[in-house]
């Protein structure tokens, strides 16, 4: 009687007697020659969009078709990345919210597949400063209404306030001699004018030189680059215009020098 042992031997001879005829066998160094060991692409175009206490980081999607997904990686000296998200294939975006108001972020991100590989780190210098914004300010013309009239960025939970208070930035007023309404500047806030755009997000980076002072015509639809005497910059665009007032939204770059305002393409 053949013991279990015995089956199990002549089961094997058989499979290998087979194995033999037919020129099959099985190599260890084949399954390794098989094993995926290629990373995905490195994902591409990779950029920041400035918010208020938020950057969006977005890059163009892999198409690789056993992607598993990406990782978001983020800096604060361009250097020692760490990593902040992960997420499936299919997305090409990310909002991060644990920011701060006038600190500046890097960013880069790479992909990874279904057995593990991982690319490098995105190339591209995408970097950002959150800083706060505000809609719809109201200032009067100052020579009719002269308390609600200037606007201090650096302040902008007072709203309007007087055209001569010592902190103010820019006011409003209406020349009744030429009939143009004007953003006036009397503590040095230098002013230019960017041209129409159809949204607040038109402009992206503000101009580092072109300002005027004195004063700039205002017209609605344009954007103003803003340059105010402790060194920040900020944009208004202008929503509505009156004879007697202007309706406004603003951003203010907290962060001293920092040109990047809403959204931000990474800078060359």
């Not at 072109?210 to 639809?221: A, H």
């Not at 910059?233 to 004879?243: C, G, T």
């Not at 939204?249 to 800078?267: C, F, G, K, R, S």
């Amino acid at each position: 009687m053949l013991t279990k042992i015995n089956v199990l031997i002549a089961h094997f001879l058989c499979i290998l007697l087979v194995a033999t005829l037919t020129g099959c066998y099985i190599d260890a160094d084949d399954d390794n020659d098989n094993i995926d060991r290629e990373p995905p692409a490195i994902p591409r175009g990779v950029r920041t969009i400035t918010g208020d206490e938020y950057v969006r980081i977005e890059w163009y999607p892999n198409a690789e078709f056993d992607l598993e997904g990406y990782t978001v990686w983020r800096s604060e000296n361009n250097n020692d990345f760490e990593a902040i998200s992960d997420l499936p294939p299919g997305t090409s975006h990310y909002t991060d919210r644990d920011v701060r108001n006038g600190r500046t972020y890097y960013y880069a991100v790479s992909a990874y597949d279904i057995t593990g590989n991982e690319s490098e780190l995105s190339p591209e210098n995408a970097w950002d400063t959150p800083r706060p914004e505000g809609r719809n300010v109201t200032l009067d013309d100052f020579q009719l209404a002269p308390d609600r009239s200037g606007f201090d960025f650096s302040h902008p939970r007072k709203g309007s306030i007087a055209w001569d208070d010592r902190t103010t930035d820019v006011y409003f007023g209406l020349d009744t001699e030429v009939n143009i309404t004007y953003l006036y500047s009397d503590n040095e806030t230098a002013m230019q004018d960017l041209g129409y755009q159809e949204d607040f997000d038109g402009v992206d980076v503000v101009p580092e030189y072109g300002y005027t002072t004195l004063f700039v015509e205002i017209i609605e639809g344009h954007i103003y680059a803003i340059y105010t005497p402790d060194g920040n910059f900020a944009k208004i665009h202008v929503r509505k215009l009156f004879d007697d007032a202007v309706v406004f939204d603003w951003a203010y770059q907290t962060d001293p020098e920092n040109i990047q305002l809403a959204p931000a393409l990474p800078v060359k």
